[in-house]
Each structure stands twice: as C-alpha cells, then as structure tokens.
C-alpha cells in the first residue's frame, strides 16, 4: 500500500514537471499570440486612423463604409449581444433572489407577532413588529450554554489550530528540512485514508475524550488542507529571507514568529476563518461526543433539538414564552428567530471577511 | 571546475544527514517529531481500527481480545433482505445527482457572471452567491423545509404560476426527496463552487477573446469556443477529485430532512453507519471500509479514463 502510495507520488511530481514545462510551452504559445495580436491590432489601428484620416477629405457615405469596415468588431452589440445581455442580467436578478428571499423572510417572520405568523402570509416585511421570540430564544438554557460553548470552541479552536498548521506548514515548506518529503507524504495520505467513523468514535473513547471540551478542539486541530493552502502560499516567499535571518543569529523559532508570519497575515486570516466557519456551524461532533451534556452541547445542535421540538404544524400557538402583553409567540415565530440568531454573526461579517476565503480557495482549490 | 562542482555536490549530499545539520534543524525535528506523533494517533490510529469490521468486537474484550470474524460482517451487509443494498443505490443516487447539478450550475453560473461588464454588478452578485455557502446545514434545511412546506413558498409560488392545481406536500412522498437534496446543495454551493470556475476563466488570455471578436464572433461563440475549452482542464480535475465524494452523498441534509416516510430513499451509508454502528462498532466500521473502497475504485477508474483519452489527469 505504502509503496503504492509513493510511486503514486512520484508519478505526481513527474505529472507536475511535465504540467511545467507545457505550462512554460503555453506561456511561449501565449506570448507568440500576444505579438501576433499586437502586431495585427496595430495594423488594423493604422488602418483605421488612415480611414478616419480619410474621412476629413472624403464624403460622408464613404465614411460610413469606413466605419463599418474597421469599427464592427470593436463595436461588439448586436441584437442577439442585446438579447444575450437582457436575459443575462435577468437570470441574475433573479438567482439573487432565490438566494436572498428565503433568508430575509425567514427574518421577517421572526419579527412578526404570533398570530400575524400563523396566517403564513409575510413578505419581505415584517406585520407587527416585535422581539418577543428572540426574547424567548435567548431565555432558553440549551440555546446560552449553546452560544457559551460555541463562542468557546470558535475562539480556541480557531487560535489553537491556525497556529498548530501554521508552525507544521513552515517546517515543510522549509527547503532545507531534511524529512520535507517524507513529512509531507505522511500528512497528504491522512487527506484520502481515514478509518471512519465508527474507529473513531471508539479512538475518543478509549482517549478519554468523550464528554469534554477538548473533544471539539484537538482531534480536527491539524488538517492537511489547511497545511497545503499555507505551504503554497510560504513556498512563494523567497529562501533569502530566511537565509539573511540564519546570518543574523537567528533560530527557527524565531525565522517563524518575526519573519514568515507578519508575511504570512492574508493566507493565515483565511485559514482562521475557514476554521472558525467550521467550528460555528458545527453540530455533528456534539451529537455523537456531547448529547447528554446540556453545558456542552453547541449553538447548532441546540438549534437542532429546538426545530425538531417546535412541531412542524404552524397553527399550534406556544405559550411557553414570558409575552405578557402580546399574542403568544408562535412555532414559526420561534423556529425563524432561533435560525437567524445562529446566523447572524456569520452574515455581519462575511461581506468584509469573503476576499480572505477566495484568496483560500483559490490557493488550495486545483492543487487538492 | 567540474571536479570542484563534484567534490560540492558529493559534500552536499553526504551532509544532507549530516551530524551538523541535524543539530542545526534540532528544533524543527522536535516539533515535526511531535506532529508525528500527533497525525499516528489521531489520524493513523483509526485506520487500525478497521481491525474491528473482521472481529465480533465487544467493546470489554477490546481489539485486541475479541474473537476473529473473517469477512462475516461483509457478508452480512449483502446477505439476502438486508437493507444494505438500497442504502448503497440511495447513496449513489442522491451523490450523481449532487455531482451533476452541482458542476453544471457552477459552470454556467461562472460563465455568466464573467459576462457582466459592471464590476459593482458583478462584485455583488458574487457575494451574494456566497452567501449560503456559510451556513450550516442545519440553517439550510430549517430554511428548504419552510421553503417546500404545503403552505411554503415554493407551493405558493407553483400554484400562483398555475403550474400546480393544488399545494403538494413534498415531504410526505418519497419521489420528491432526491430532487430536494440536489436542489438544496445547488442553493447553498452554486456560488462557491463558480469561484474556481472563475478564477480560471480570468486566466484565459484576453487576445483570443479580442481575436475572435475581430474575427466577428458572438458572445455566444466566444463562449463556445474559448471559455468551455478553457475549462476543459479544470472541469475534468474536479471531476476527478469529486468522483470520490460521490459516495459521500452527504450526510447532513438527509439525516436532517429525510426523517419517517422518507427514510427508505434517505439514508445513506453514513447514516446507516451512525446507526447501526453506534449499536454493532464491528458492522460500521464494515461498511465504512466498503465505503473508503468504492470511494478509491471511483477515483482512480475516472483517472484512469481521462488519462487513456488523454485528458488531464490527477496521478
């Protein structure tokens, strides 16, 4: 199996070789066509400058001929381009929507009064707005413990295994590290073989993981993605920083902290936030570690157990809440606060944040 | 010259593990030796589970300890009336179609968007895109069920257009449930899934574009004839690289929706795993190896093909 593995590797790094040089080829290609292009657009430019040169001497109608000669490619818009345009920017349009609607009426029904919700006939706008349901998520104690646990595990966890890759990916994108190679097969094969669930679950058990805190933390802190999307990004800086540092009596450790991290700042914001997307949405880990530990569960899976409690019937009004002077919250009501609240901080901050995940993806995307 | 250049290389070599240079990586050794460690026992370690699926493994007597199956778990995951077959078909099923839906709508969502010449336009439509991508599945499905429920907006809307006489109840019927897995995925991935499309097609050299436009070509064919083969490469790479998922269907949103009625054409090999691994550890992990090698065969028989045809290929 092993041997496989690493002829399998090799037949990578020669596949990746051979991807250079006709990558080197395409750019010769490419770079052939661009003159050939300049050359040819410089042509029609002359051309077109004599026409319009022309036109100052000639006659109108000749003008126009010119025009049409030399300017129609420029001038791209048909009527099909029209057409194209047109429905192009109406299917748009309207894939915004279906993306943006279910969300904001979801938010609008959680600001509706109970008995407005009942009726199921909110659009976009909220009928008689009030807070009450959001009062009465936030009393719950499965929903506190939830967001206590969740913050926790986002802030440890995302500061914990950012660091953890971060350190592992600059020992392997350090040319000169003897077991560079070895290292980093031993990480890229953990990326396509894993035991399961089942072996797992018995592993956390025996580790005595299960029914704490940690069990959210340290098993998924180190993971070869988020290694391979850092070592690219490393591998581009250039070994002469490193080597003016060592001349200066500097250490690894210190080569890490004061030189490759403060250049590192982009690639180890998107790492942190793919990690602390991951941590706030998750549930699984806390149904199959947590179930019967209320203070440990997360926001998500309390979420869950709060939609499967609520029956899905929206005519049954429930009187659980403290809404003294308003009708009483309803199902729907309740349901709809609770998914927005968990949502929220990630809405609030990923329009800022979303330049820190393509760059991400787009580092680690073909290279998986 | 060269003899001197020999003399370097052979010093390099021989210093490669040289006494020196292992006390001056000292520091970096130790840390790699404690990754080491860390990736054997949390990542190595369950793969030495798999000893389970061929014991009758009783969580007292412990791996070690517990009595020698052979392949009777494997047998029993296809002995006759077992329910482990439709799992599989669920599972295949629900991932093509996943697979599918997913990379066309990617695709043409990315070749679309790179149509618009307003950058705002464009800047906003991509974020909002993303927008799904980011919340859980738990988000999502409270989201689809409110969505396709009798009196939701999807019923709403297929009764207004007079599409439907009256509001189906898409969660009582089973016919209904693989449709609303792909649909769902669409919604939340679509955009993210375009990034890497899109990224690519920024890669694509502007000059054939501007050729081909001199040459008198449409939007239409410029996009027919470079930005599809442009892909090409791209497309056949994930290709490869999701094949393997297609076996992991997904586990959130059909644990999730597909409850009661619906869960003959909803489970799949990881709920069944859940399941009844949770009771059997033996019987789990059985099919979570049976799964790990189908999910191998699928990658490398899709290599395989792309490499004799002589598309790009990943090993």
Redesign the interface.
């Known amino acids: 199996m092993s041997d496989k593995e690493k002829i399998n590797e090799n037949e990578v790094l020669e596949n990746e070789v051979k991807e250079n040089v006709s990558k080197d080829d395409a750019l010769e290609k490419a770079r052939e066509a661009r003159k050939a292009m300049a050359a040819r657009s410089a042509a029609v430019k002359e051309v077109a400058e004599k026409a319009s040169a022309d036109d100052v001497v000639v006659s109108n109608g000749e003008a126009a001929v010119h025009e049409i000669k030399f300017k129609k490619p420029r001038a791209k818009m048909n009527g099909w381009d029209w057409a194209f345009v047109i429905c192009n920017t109406i299917f748009l349009i309207c894939f915004c929507i279906v993306t943006l609607y279910p969300v904001l009426n979801t938010a609008a029904y959680s600001f509706t009064d109970g008995r407005e919700a009942i009726l199921k006939n909110v659009h976009l706008l909220p009928k008689k707005f009030t807070t009450a349901a959001y009062e009465q998520v936030f009393e719950m104690p499965g929903i506190r413990w939830g967001l206590l646990t969740t913050v926790g595990r986002t802030a440890i966890g995302s500061i914990l295994s950012l660091a953890a890759n971060a350190l592992l990916a600059f020992i392997i994108s350090r040319k000169k590290f003897l077991f560079r190679n070895g290292l980093s097969l031993f990480w890229v094969i953990t990326m396509y073989a894993s035991g399961g669930l089942i072996p797992t679950i018995y592993l956390m058990t025996k580790l005595h993981f299960v029914g704490t805190f940690w069990v959210y933390v340290i098993p998924g802190m180190v993971s070869a993605f988020n290694i391979l999307v850092l070592r690219t990004f490393m591998d581009g800086i250039p070994e002469s920083y490193e080597e003016s540092a060592q001349l200066d009596g500097a250490g690894y450790m210190t080569i890490f902290a004061k030189i490759i991290s403060p250049l590192c700042k982009p690639v180890y914001a998107t790492i942190f936030l793919f990690v602390a997307v991951g941590h706030w949405n998750s549930w699984f880990d806390a149904l199959i570690y947590n179930k019967f530990n209320i203070k440990l569960t997360t926001l998500q899976y309390e979420l869950q157990k709060l939609l499967a409690s609520l029956t899905q019937k929206t005519g049954s009004a429930d009187s659980g809440g403290k809404t003294t002077t308003q009708s009483p919250t309803t199902s729907i009501q309740v349901r709809s606060a609770a998914t927005i609240a968990t949502m929220l901080p990630i809405i609030c901050l990923y329009p800022f944040l979303q330049r820190y995940f393509v760059t991400g993806i787009q580092l680690g995307g073909v290279k998986e | 010259m060269s003899s001197n250049e020999k003399d370097a290389s052979e010093i390099k070599l021989k210093s490669?593990?040289s006494k020196t240079?292992?006390k001056r990586?000292k520091?970096?050794?130790i840390?790699?030796a404690l990754?080491?460690i860390?990736?054997i026992?949390?990542?190595?370690?369950?793969?030495?589970?798999?000893v389970?699926a061929f014991e009758n493994f009783s969580i007292g007597k412990g791996i070690f300890k517990s009595e020698k199956a052979g392949l009777r778990w494997f047998k029993y995951l296809f002995k006759k009336n077992s329910s482990f077959p439709r799992v599989i078909r669920n599972t295949l099923a629900m991932g093509s179609l996943n697979l599918i839906s997913q990379t066309v709508t990617a695709i043409g969502?990315a070749i679309?968007?790179n149509?618009?010449r307003n950058t705002f336009?464009k800047k906003?439509?991509q974020?909002?895109?993303?927008?799904?991508h980011?919340?859980?599945?738990?988000?999502v499905t409270?989201?689809v069920?409110?969505?396709f429920?009798t009196?939701g907006?999807v019923n709403e809307l297929l009764v207004n257009l007079h599409i439907l006489k009256t509001p189906i109840s898409y969660f009582m019927h089973t016919q209904y449930f693989w449709p609303i897995v792909a649909i769902s995925n669409v919604?939340k991935e679509t955009?993210?899934n375009a990034?890497?499309y899109l990224?690519t097609i920024t890669a694509i050299?502007p000059?054939?574009y501007?050729?081909a436009?001199?040459d008198?070509a449409?939007?239409?064919q410029k996009i027919k004839n470079i930005t599809l083969p442009g892909l090409r490469s791209?497309i056949i790479?994930?290709l490869i690289?999701n094949i393997g998922n297609v076996i992991n269907a997904g586990?959130?949103i059909q644990y999730?929706l597909g409850t009661g009625v619906l869960s003959p054409v909803s489970t799949t090999i990881?709920i069944y795993?859940?399941n009844h691994?949770?009771k059997n550890?033996s019987l789990?992990?059985a099919a979570?190896?049976f799964?790990?090698f189908v999910s191998?065969i699928f990658v490398f028989t899709f290599n395989f093909i792309a490499r004799k045809t002589g598309e790009d290929?990943?090993?």
């Not at chain 2, 026992?41 to 798999?50: E, I, K, Q, S, T």
């Not at chain 2, 974020?127 to 799904?132: H, R």
């Not at chain 2, 980011?134 to 988000?139: A, D, K, R, T, Y």
Request: charged share 10%; aromatic share 18%; no cysteine.
């Open positions: 490669k593990i240079e292992l990586q520091v970096l050794l840390i790699a990754y080491v860390y990736g026992v949390f990542y190595y370690l369950p793969l030495a589970g798999w389970m969502f679309l968007l149509e618009v336009g906003l439509v974020t909002i895109s993303y927008l799904p980011f919340l859980s599945w738990i988000v409270s989201i069920r409110e969505a429920a009196n907006m919604w955009g993210w990034i890497i990224a050299d000059a054939l501007e050729a436009a001199i008198g449409g939007r239409w791209t790479i994930l690289m586990f959130e999730l990881d795993v859940l691994g949770m550890f789990g992990t979570g190896i799964k790990t191998m290929h990943l090993f």
